[in-house]
């Protein structure tokens, strides 16, 4: 079936920039899709990407999609501590596949 | 963008009883809303897929009849957590599409539940 993987920890330091990494296995999927949880919290949509193109620019936020190797990145440019949260990668349309999440910790 | 409420945020039951979540969508109409559950410190794992006028399709090893949905309207759907035990705590979320087919999914903002 669908799987979707992410590695689990990343930690910076402030003003730097933050890369997530995700692979999925669905080559089928339309849309991916970055969603950002803070504890106790429901989930935010930060962005999603269009499965026929290669990048999506906005403003610190930028998702590069390499559909040949099934492999999708948020990278976060200057990261603030208000940053710091868990990242989830998914797939899909209607019903989303979603990865393991990523907790981004993020040091002063 | 499209907004989806869950009701109640967070509820704290006794053990054998009964709790329904709610989850509408405010200012568009969703044929297909999406329920999934979210264990502390792990990723969000559908359940079922609500249908308005038709019942819900369970993903393998969800108990239907544990997990009573009710998409009675196009704008509500209802989880309804049967017989609750302390296993069954857990945080719920519902999503809902604006539109048919493979478009973004707009998500409620979670039911923390507490069975004791």
């Known amino acids: 079936g669908e799987d979707v993987e992410q590695s689990l920890f990343l930690s910076v330091r402030e003003g730097d920039s933050s890369v997530i990494n995700c692979t999925y296995t669905?080559?089928?999927?339309?849309?991916l899709y970055w969603y950002k949880q803070e504890p106790g919290a429901g989930l935010q949509l930060l962005t999603y990407?269009?499965?026929?193109?290669d990048m999506k620019q906005d403003q610190r936020l930028t998702v590069l999609l390499n559909k040949k190797d099934k492999h999708l990145s948020l990278r976060i440019a200057d990261t603030q501590t208000g940053d710091s949260a868990i990242y989830f990668c998914?797939?899909?349309?209607?019903?989303?596949?979603f990865g393991q999440g990523t907790e981004l910790s993020v040091k002063p | 963008g499209a907004v989806v409420s869950q009701h109640p945020s967070w509820v704290i039951c006794k053990s054998g009883t009964s709790v329904k979540i709610e989850c509408r969508s405010l200012?568009?109409?969703?044929?297909?809303m999406f329920w999934y559950r979210q264990f502390p410190k792990q990723s969000l794992m559908l359940m079922a897929t609500?249908?308005?006028?038709?019942?819900?399709?369970?993903e393998q090893g969800v108990e239907k009849d544990k997990f009573l949905i009710n998409h009675a309207s196009l704008t509500l759907s209802t989880l309804t957590v049967t017989s609750a035990h302390p296993e069954d705590s857990s945080f719920y979320i519902c999503?809902?599409?604006?539109?048919?087919?493979?478009?973004?999914?707009?998500f409620g903002q979670g039911t923390r539940l507490t069975v004791v």
């Open positions: 999503s809902a599409n604006r539109y048919r087919g493979n478009t973004e999914a707009f």
């Open positions: 669905d080559s089928s999927s339309t849309y």
């Open positions: 990407i269009f499965s026929n193109m």
């Open positions: 998914a797939e899909g349309g209607g019903k989303l596949i």
């Open positions: 200012d568009f109409q969703a044929t297909t």
């Open positions: 609500s249908n308005e006028g038709s019942k819900a399709t369970y």
